[in-house]
Every structure is written in structure tokens, then in C-alpha cells.
């Protein structure tokens, strides 16, 4: 039977929030919804009724009435008045509303017990934010503002300019000689090693990665499913005569083996381009700190070796050299598997926005990264020297490795140490290390990873004399 054109006599009751009234009537028309006092097809009552029912001005019923309509729960009909649309009492039930509640006021949620920050931290991955020149930092991005960003949202960074500065710094710093239509900018090496399976067909493939190692590396390629195969690492980093059969890639960190810091001698990182060409494999070079290097002469990227170019894939990043908080890197892939990794980088989202791009180009066209590079080489290379005097002082016996390049040194410990122990002392003890043991797979390694970035020369002695004391037995 058609319902009654006449407006219905629903007697509406106002709670007593303190939300604005607005809210109060259209909350009291939603809550008779949904009790079933109100349903779809009736015609509500006029605002000047309604108001003088209520006792309020007819203003806020007005803003209700519309509220209401806005959100879909009545319809206005010329002339007779506002109607209840079709299913608004099953959208009252489901807890639909026209505005969002009001929380009154919300005490702020209590911070999270965190433990005590220890005074110094020494775990890997951050360097020293504090030593880039402020000045060219704001010069660079005061650059970016002068460009209004692009407006078309299906158009990808193609970051053109900083690609071709990026191949130049390439080729000046690394010796990697690239196309900048070979590279590609990305939102860290971490992310861009998810793709590389799916773009290089490395799916269900075996891929031998360094042990210890690089444990993003190893999440990353195991979550695409490709068959992870560890192969241990020696003082001369990764051997290629243990890479196992069938191996289709291998990823390697030939500059500064992560984390126990070998340099790859020239004779290997041969042996794996003759691998890479004899087995059509692929090596995947991630070159991560290898700007940092200190008393030895620079070795370039292995990428950089002459036929390199058609079977090593090059990551790079500026989370060691800038900040890991930009989130930047770079890949430079072989001309013939380029399309497929702009196909799966841009299918997953996995690209940098317009504006770091065109910062980061700024801070190498302007001198000032090359600035920054020299500065902060000059601080890491006095710190890694302060730490090396202090752990001979107070630790006689102990040996450091990878000292040579990058922003941290491994102290080795006895093969029964439990690492993960010791490191926890270490943290009570006010310094924050890494166990060298959450590093491998397979291979038993016990130490302390230990990042000198942050640490000033002045902190050096307090910093090793707490993990002698955490060590002493
Ligand atoms: C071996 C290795 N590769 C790459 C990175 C940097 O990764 P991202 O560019 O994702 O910050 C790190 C940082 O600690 C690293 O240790």
C-alpha cells in the first residue's frame, strides 16, 4: 500500500551532546530509521514544524535536512516535502551516519613503552645526517619550488634530467658507464629488488645470494619466489667457483661485502662476468656504500668492468651517501632488459616523486653532493680511525674486518659466543649493536657489526670501553 504523502508524526528526541544541533537532529532522524519509527517513503515534517517541535531554531533543520539529503538518506520532493529514500533504514541499521561523530576531547594515546635509547648507537644504516651543509640542502630544494609540479596523474616521474646526471656521476665516481635511458630511479635498493624476479623472469629460478648477507635482499627475492641458494663468503667476499648449478642470477655487494666488508678482488669479479657469460646468468651488483673508501685505492664498480654492461645489473642508492630517509636509488640495468623493468617497476607503483628528483639532480649539478662526499669521507674516515685505536686499546686480540670502505667494521667473536646475548648486554650497557649471526643463513658467524657514522672521535673511548665491558666475561 503507497504510504501517506502526509508527514509523519515521529516525535524526535535530541540528545544531549554537545555536537552542534545540526548534527543532533540529523543523528535523531537516523537513530528513528533505525529503530523502525521512520521508513523509507515517508515524508518527513516540515523544517518550521519540525523546529517548533523540537524547540530550536528552524536554522540547524534546515542544515540537518540538507545533511541529510547530502548523505543519500532522504530525497526532496518539489512541494511536498523531504521524503525517506529507498534503504535508508537498512543503511541506519548498518551504522551509517551523515557526519563524522564528534569524539569530544581525545587524550592523546599513550606512547608506546619504548626501551631506554641506549647513548650511542652503532647499528648499521645510518649515517651522519647532520654533516650536509644546510644551506645547499634548503638551496636545492628552494630549486625544486621554482617548478610547479606536474598535474597529470598518469604520467611517471621520468626524471629525464637526474638520470642524465646520475649516469655522470656514475661514470666519473663508480666508473659505470650507462645510457641514461638504461636507468632507472627508484624508492631504494630494498624495493627495487622485489621487482628485478618478476622483470627478469627470475621467478621459481634459483638465485645464489652472499652468506652472511644481506638479509632485505633475501626477504625480498624469497617473498617473489625465487629459490634462494646462500653460498658463504670468505675474506675476498663471494667466490664464483662455489656458485651451484643452474644459478640464474647471483647478488653480490662486490665493493664492500655486506656485512663483513671484503673487497671483491679483480680476479673474481672476472671469474663472475666469465660465469655470468658462460651460463647467460645474471649478476646483480649492489654497489650501496661503495663511495666511502679510505687508504686504498678506489676500485670501480664491478659493473664498470668492459662487457659488464650486458650482464650486470647495477643498484646504487643515496641512503648511505645522502640519507635513507630520501629513499632514493638507482639501477642500471642491461639495454635489453630494460623495458621489462620499466614495465614491473611502473606496474608496482615502485617509483620517486617528481620533487626528490629534481632535488637530488640540483645537489649534483650544484657541487654539493660531491661537497658533502668529501666532507663526510673525511668524518667517517676520522671516526673509523678513532674506533680502530679505541678497540685496540681496550680490546687487545680483537680483530675488526672490512675496515678498508663503508660505515662500518665487524668485530669477530669466537664461534660459541652467542651474539645476540652479547649485543643485548652491549645495549644495557648504553651502546646498540648489531649480532653478526642475524646476518647468515647457513654459515656460523658470531660479532658485533659495529657503524662508525654516527660516532664522533670524542665518543669513540666511552663507546668501546662499554663493549669491553659488556664482552668481559
Ligand atoms: C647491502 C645494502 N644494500 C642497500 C642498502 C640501502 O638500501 P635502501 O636504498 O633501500 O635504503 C643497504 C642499507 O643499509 C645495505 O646494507
Do not use: I
Not at 592523546?108 to 650536509?132: C, F, I, N, Q
Request: charge should be neutral.
Amino acid at each position: 500500500m503507497a504510504r501517506s504523502p502526509r508527514a509523519v508524526d515521529v516525535p524526535l528526541v535530541l540528545d544531549d551532546s554537545p555536537a552542534p544541533l545540526r548534527h543532533r537532529v540529523a543523528d535523531a532522524v537516523v537513530g528513528a530509521l533505525r529503530t523502525g519509527r521512520l521508513r523509507p517513503g515517508d515524508t518527513l515534517p516540515s523544517t518550521r514544524s519540525l523546529a517548533a517541535a523540537l524547540g530550536v531554531s528552524r536554522g540547524p533543520v534546515v542544515a540537518a535536512y540538507d545533511e541529510l539529503a547530502a548523505a543519500g538518506f532522504l530525497r526532496s520532493r518539489a512541494g511536498s516535502g523531504a521524503v525517506v529514500a529507498p534503504g535508508a533504514d537498512t543503511a541506519a541499521r548498518a551504522g551509517a551516519a551523515t557526519h563524522v561523530p564528534e569524539t569530544g576531547r581525545v587524550r592523546p594515546p599513550s606512547p608506546e613503552p619504548v626501551p631506554a635509547a641506549p647513548r650511542l648507537d652503532l647499528r648499521p644504516g645510518r649515517p651522519d645526517t647532520s654533516l650536509l651543509d644546510r644551506a645547499a640542502w634548503r638551496r636545492a630544494w628552494r630549486a625544486v619550488g621554482d617548478a610547479l609540479p606536474g598535474n597529470d596523474a598518469g604520467e611517471v616521474p621520468r626524471h629525464t634530467h637526474l638520470r642524465r646526471v646520475l649516469a655522470d656521476h656514475l661514470r666519473r665516481g663508480r666508473g659505470v658507464v650507462v645510457d641514461p635511458d638504461d636507468l632507472f630511479v627508484v624508492p631504494g635498493v630494498g624495493a627495487s629488488l622485489r621487482a628485478l624476479p618478476e622483470a627478469f623472469g627470475l621467478v621459481g629460478a634459483s638465485v645464489a645470494l652472499e652468506d652472511p648477507g644481506y638479509v632485505e635482499a633475501w626477504t625480498a627475492f624469497a617473498a617473489e619466489g625465487v629459490r634462494t641458494h646462500p653460498v658463504p663468503v670468505d675474506a675476498d667476499g663471494l667466490d664464483p667457483a662455489l656458485l651451484p648449478d643452474g644459478a640464474r642470477a647471483v647478488y653480490v655487494t662486490p665493493s664492500h661485502q655486506y656485512p663483513l666488508g671484503a673487497r671483491m678482488p679483480v680476479t673474481r669479479r672476472v671469474a663472475l662476468l666469465e660465469w655470468a657469460r658462460d651460463t647467460g646468468g645474471l649478476v646483480l651488483e649492489d654497489d650501496y656504500d661503495g663511495e666511502f673508501r679510505y687508504d686504498v685505492s678506489p676500485l670501480p664498480a664491478l659493473r664498470s668492468l668492459p662487457g659488464a654492461e650486458d650482464h650486470v645489473v647495477y643498484v646504487g642508492t643515496a641512503s648511505k651517501l645522502l640519507a635513507p630517509s630520501l629513499r632514493v636509488a638507482w639501477v642500471a640495468a642491461p639495454a635489453h632488459l630494460r623495458d621489462a623493468l620499466r614495465v614491473t617497476l611502473e606496474s608496482r607503483g615502485l617509483v620517486v616523486n617528481e620533487a626528490t628528483g629534481l632535488a637530488l639532480a640540483e645537489l649534483v649539478t650544484s657541487g654539493a653532493l660531491a661537497a658533502h662526499h668529501a666532507r663526510a669521507s673525511r668524518t667517517y674516515a676520522a671516526r673509523r680511525g678513532a674506533l680502530v685505536t679505541a678497540v685496540a686499546e681496550h680490546l687487545p686480540g680483537a680483530t675488526l674486518e672490512g675496515v678498508d670502505a663503508g660505515l662500518h667494521v665487524v668485530l669477530r667473536l669466537p664461534d660459541d659466543v652467542d651474539d645476540h646475548e652479547v649485543a643485548d648486554r652491549c645495549h644495557a650497557a648504553g651502546v646498540a649493536v648489531s649480532p653478526l649471526s642475524a646476518y647468515a643463513v647457513r654459515t656460523s658467524v658470531r660479532g658485533l657489526v659495529l657503524c662508525y657514522a654516527g660516532l664522533p672521535e670524542t665518543a669513540a673511548d666511552d663507546a668501546v670501553r662499554r663493549l669491553a665491558r659488556a664482552l668481559a666475561p
